[in-house]
């Protein structure tokens, strides 16, 4: 079965540069999210959108933004990247279920 | 604030054992429970999940029991197997509106030993 897709996979950035994290969705899922995971923690929840709306927002800085587009995939862009934005970041998505469905994630570490 | 906390923080079951991990949550207006597995690297896998209307669920060796009273909710795995050493994540959501967030627990640590 198809599962979610992330790219890239690892990212390695410097301080104060910019990174653009991309999401393709399950087949039919209309809902994407993002999570940033640090190091032995659980996943917080950054931003949400329904059919291409936002639809819930978490404790997402205000130097990232993301959105959806036509085909449902998501894109989360981040701009000044700081040492603390090192983590893992999953996109999930959902369709008509409550079921969320997490890709693989991106590892990002910010030198 | 955790919205969802979750206990105990890492457990060692020898196989065969069950494991049993818990949850606890506040807000009332959470009306789904899935539980999650995952592996170092990876991203979170659904295992199991439910909704207040049952009190519990089953599907093979993972079985959530749900006290809507209390609050508290819980994963049993029978028979644990070394391949099951895993972060298990439970999770909590009000899910009125598409799209609404997941509240996650700390996670657990299981250790299964041969």
């Known amino acids: 079965a198809a599962g979610v897709i992330q790219s890239p996979r690892h990212l390695i950035k410097e301080k104060r540069e910019t990174a653009t994290l991309k999401c393709y969705p399950i087949?039919?899922?209309?809902?994407v999210y993002w999570y940033q995971q640090g190091p032995g923690q659980d996943p917080q929840f950054l931003i949400s959108?329904?059919?291409?709306?936002?639809?819930d927002k978490g404790s997402i800085p205000d130097r990232f933004s993301a959105q959806q587009f036509s085909d449902y995939h998501s894109e989360l862009n981040m701009s000044s990247l700081e040492l603390g934005d090192s983590a893992l970041y999953f996109c999930a998505s959902s369709a008509y279920t409550y079921e969320q469905y997490f890709g693989p994630g991106t590892r990002l570490t910010v030198t | 604030q955790q919205q969802v906390k979750q206990s105990p923080q890492s457990l060692i079951v020898q196989k065969g054992g069950i494991s049993i991990i818990n949850c606890a949550y506040e807000n009332t207006a959470f009306d789904y429970f899935p539980w999650y597995q995952q592996f170092p690297g990876k991203g979170p896998a659904l295992l199991i999940a439910?909704?207040?209307?049952?009190s519990e669920k089953k599907e093979g060796r993972f079985t959530i029991s749900f006290n809507k009273s209390a609050k508290q909710f819980s994963l049993h795995i029978m028979d644990s197997q070394p391949g099951d050493s895993a972060t298990y994540f439970c999770a909590a959501s009000d899910q009125h509106f598409t799209g609404n967030q997941f509240y996650f627990g700390t996670g657990t640590s299981l250790t299964v030993i041969p």
């Open positions: 959108f329904y059919e291409k709306m936002q639809s």
């Open positions: 087949p039919r899922h209309d809902t």
């Open positions: 439910i909704r207040p209307d049952v």
